[in-house]
């Protein structure tokens, strides 16, 4: 436990070191916030283009030429380029959007906060990972301006048509290559933070602080930190092998004897399956480094506002835990149709049937807490109720697709879309915005509007109902994802639920502006905020002033008396008891 | 204003459910023969996932509705069974429900992937390219002709690479753009991809299988409806792929072996 206030680095004055090269893990966090805002608007705006080409092929989309010529001659999207901006939609989502602003920007600026350290160990490193995440984001944008436009494999590069070469079709040559380059480039921006997360979270925290003392929240991200470790340090190498098999004659991922255009590949010895192993190491974990923030987020917002703890810290940290390492075991339930071994795909199933019980007890705890709660009803406690309702729907579609047999009638299909955009996507959103509500006041000492905040949730919720369950009706009709138009005879009848959904994702779309207007008028504009308006627990909420000085505590660290959520108490304060306050009083349960 | 969360839970929860239970979207029905455990795993799992989704939706709502207008008075209270309970109620209910699946499916899915074909099951080769389907059988002599990659042409409409002046076997071999298998016989299907990784997914058959370049897979299957049905791409595979499909004619072995002396003429 760290209990000497070393300054760590003096405060910064030039204007460079306060906002572009800081070394403060907030200022770090508010820069992976903004790329991420930056990032979702652009892949909402790919996710409307793709909606109106699905559900009106030919339609011209006035301006659409403008971001490529080639792609949309005559503003008509062509197969092609609906498949590259599909892979950039969906790329940008995972990695730039759902990985970064749970993970690493309300980590960043609440994990050192809420284990009472002054700063993460590693300031500079800290500083390299957003810097070469933000390098990684403009490799991957820059695909949109090279020949033939980016890459169109989808955001799971499939070998060989990855690794073949411009061969293999538009955006397959240098597309993939800064695809890949920016992915890897990705992954090290992650092992910095996630090395940074675990020493802050194992070696940083303040006098009182045990390991149980963390709140919820904190243990989430040092949870994903483990994750994030292990999978992009899996990730990192299979692209680098992928950009190898393009520029370095290298066959790793490409077989002999193949035939393309009629000519016969100058390739041999490579493995297309090895591919699909590396990437789902890295891409099942991945879904749970992006969910398992949510799942702190959303507990750590929800017990503020049923003024309760959860009926047992531990057993919502045993199960986090527990869908870490489970995520390791099931990752072969993205291949039971691949042409594994078909016992491979048994031994795959069982761990995923299994992952289903840790999920289940964090949402009875959940439910468990809920009850005989004192339940306020803002803006944050609304998004943090949408997150367990689109986790719970999210979720059980899960039992389907962990089972083999069911898998060969759902795999590749929009009931897989719908599966994960509800419970990665949607949920790891509204965690998001959870998020946002809750600590925007403590960011930057203004309160964002409530009334906003609450048509924003209305509008947000029913849309992403309407969008994304009609998605699992589509797949159980054997509508193939993927697709750029609806071509086969019994692909048919299901065009006018694509219209429907469309519509739904167009206002859906629309209603985040509400958000996007809020957040940045309540910036400049918003109510001041006092230091704790939520009359909140933990230290993030003692800082001696609102938003928090460049050292967070002052010149001392906080000492901790108490276990993280303390509500339903009798406090000089009132029902809550905060971390730093030494009041012994009724009621209070220090398990630690 | 928790009221009203708690009601518009419940009603999407409500018109969610309603499509599933009238069978709005559905599976094509079924015309294979392992297809009828694939069909019970999928009406037990939606039964056991739809109770859990209402069950937990409703909870929700019910608990927001009840706790969200506390009076000032009020002091929280803890759930009876604490956190044990829903530790146990985990474990026992999901555990045994998704056990219990597990164990079933294992069965409906031996049925095709640990099962060996029959020895009189009529063999089709399948080779899939960027973004069209062939079929071959084997003709009169029920052997194969060596397919040699470096010979395969679309321009020449070579598409296995078979080498029909040199090689004997393949001299009867017949290639076809359409599938066609006689009804209630055993097909032995025999992949290859020439390029990249395609799938072939028969909603009707209840077959889906990715065929992996470098890797020759082969998949059984007997078709038990005469018709006719499509066969579709499901894995990526470039600009074309969702337009990457075959026609699949199930008929009467009669009729399956008027079509193949009429392939075997245009050859």
Request: charge should be negative.
């Amino acid at each position: 436990m760290h209990d000497v206030s070393a300054a760590h680095h003096a405060p910064p004055t030039s204007f460079i070191r306060k906002h572009v090269f800081s070394l403060d893990h907030k200022v770090i966090g508010k820069q992976y916030y903004a790329l991420a805002l930056v990032a979702v608007v652009v892949g909402m705006v790919l996710s409307w283009l793709m909606r109106i080409h699905l559900a009106w092929t030919n339609y011209a989309i006035p301006g659409l030429h403008l971001l490529s010529a080639n792609g949309a001659p005559g503003n008509v999207m062509t197969p092609e380029y609906y498949l590259q901006l599909m892979t950039m939609h969906a790329t940008i989502m995972v990695f730039f959007v759902l990985t970064t602003a749970p993970f690493a920007a309300f980590g960043n600026y609440f994990l050192p906060i809420q284990v009472g350290a002054e700063d993460m160990p590693f300031p500079h490193f800290n500083m390299m990972s957003f810097w070469v995440t933000f390098v990684g984001f403009l490799v991957l944008m820059s695909s949109f301006f090279v020949a033939d436009g980016p890459t169109l494999g989808g955001w799971t590069q499939y070998a060989p048509l990855s690794a073949v070469g411009a061969v293999g079709g538009p955006g397959q040559g240098m597309g993939v290559v800064l695809w890949a380059a920016s992915i890897g480039i990705f992954c090290i921006g992650q092992l910095l933070g996630s090395l940074n997360f675990i020493t802050t979270t194992l070696d940083m925290r303040t006098r009182g602080m045990s390991m149980w003392r963390l709140p919820l929240s904190a243990w989430a991200w040092f949870v994903t930190s483990v994750m994030g470790l292990t999978a992009f340090a899996v990730l990192m190498p299979a692209c680098i092998l992928l950009i190898l098999d393009h520029v370095a004659g290298t066959s790793f991922f490409v077989p002999s004897n193949l035939v393309i255009n009629d000519q016969l590949q100058p390739h041999s010895g490579g493995s297309t399956l090895l591919w699909q192993h590396l990437f789902w190491f890295f891409g099942h974990p991945e879904v749970y480094i992006a969910i398992v923030p949510g799942l702190g987020i959303v507990s750590h917002v929800l017990i503020t506002n049923m003024r309760k703890p959860m009926l047992s810290h531990r057993v919502l940290v045993y199960s986090m835990a527990a869908l870490a390492v489970l995520s390791y075991m099931v990752y072969g339930h993205h291949m039971f149709v691949s042409g594994m071994n078909p016992v491979s795909s048994l031994a795959f199933s069982f761990p995923t049937l299994i992952i289903t019980i840790p999920s289940s007890i964090v949402v009875l705890i959940w439910l468990g807490s809920l009850y005989g709660s004192k339940l306020r009803i803002n803006a944050a406690s609304l998004f943090a109720l949408g997150f367990i309702s689109m986790f719970i729907s999210g979720g059980v579609s899960g039992f389907f697709l962990a089972q083999p047999s069911i898998d060969i009638m759902l795999h590749a299909t929009y009931f897989v879309v719908g599966h994960f955009h509800m419970v990665m996507g949607v949920a790891a959103m509204f965690g998001i915005f959870a998020g946002t509500y809750f600590w925007f006041p403590k960011m930057f000492g203004r309160m964002m509007n409530e009334t906003l905040g609450k048509i924003h949730f209305w509008f947000s919720f029913v849309g992403a109902y309407a969008i994304f369950m009609p998605f699992h009706y589509l797949g159980l009709a054997g509508n193939v994802r993927r697709y750029q138009a609806f071509v086969d005879d019994y692909l048919q009848p299901l065009i006018p639920v694509h219209r429907f959904i469309t519509i739904a994702a167009l206002l859906t779309g629309a209603a985040q502006l509400i958000f996007l207007f809020n957040l940045f008028h309540s910036r400049f504009w918003g109510k001041p905020a006092t230091d704790n308006p939520w009359q909140a627990t933990s230290l993030e909420w003692s800082t001696p002033t609102t938003p928090p000085p460049y050292n967070n505590f002052g010149d001392t660290l906080p000492t901790v008396y108490h276990d993280p959520y303390q509500y339903g108490v009798e406090s000089s304060a009132g029902d809550y008891l905060m971390q730093v306050s030494p009041e012994q009083v009724k009621g209070a349960q220090d398990e630690a | 204003m928790g009221r009203f969360v708690a009601v518009t839970i419940i009603v999407i929860a409500i018109i969610s459910a309603i499509p599933i239970v009238r069978h709005t979207w559905w599976m094509a029905p079924d015309i294979s023969t392992h297809g009828q455990p694939i069909d019970d795993q999928m009406s037990e799992t939606m039964a056991e996932a739809g109770i859990a989704f209402l069950a937990s939706q409703i909870i929700l709502a019910l608990f927001i509705w009840k706790f969200s207008n506390p009076k000032p008075g009020d002091r929280v209270k803890n759930f009876p069974g604490g956190a044990k309970a829903m530790v146990w109620a985990a474990f026992l209910l999901v555990g045994t429900e998704v056990l219990a699946l597990g164990v079933f499916g294992v069965k409906a899915w031996a049925n095709i992937y640990l099962t060996p074909p029959a020895a009189n099951a009529l063999p089709v080769q399948v080779q899939a390219g960027q973004f069209a389907f062939y079929f071959r059988y084997p003709g009169p002599d029920g052997t194969f002709g060596a397919a040699h990659p470096e010979m395969i042409s679309e321009a020449n409409q070579n598409y296995f690479g078979i080498d029909s002046d040199h090689d004997a076997d393949a001299k009867d071999d017949i290639v076809t753009a359409e599938m066609a298998i006689p009804v209630n016989r055993e097909v032995h299907l025999l992949m290859h991809s020439k390029d990249v990784g395609h799938s072939f997914f028969v909603p009707e058959l209840r077959v889906q299988q990715d065929f992996v370049p470098g890797l020759d897979l082969t998949l059984h299957f007997t078709a038990t409806k005469v018709g006719r049905y499509e066969i579709v791409c499901t894995q990526l595979c470039g600009l074309g792929h969702y337009n990457m499909k075959a026609y699949l004619s199930v008929l009467s072995q009669e009729d399956f072996d008027g079509w193949l002396k009429k392939q075997a003429a245009l050859q």
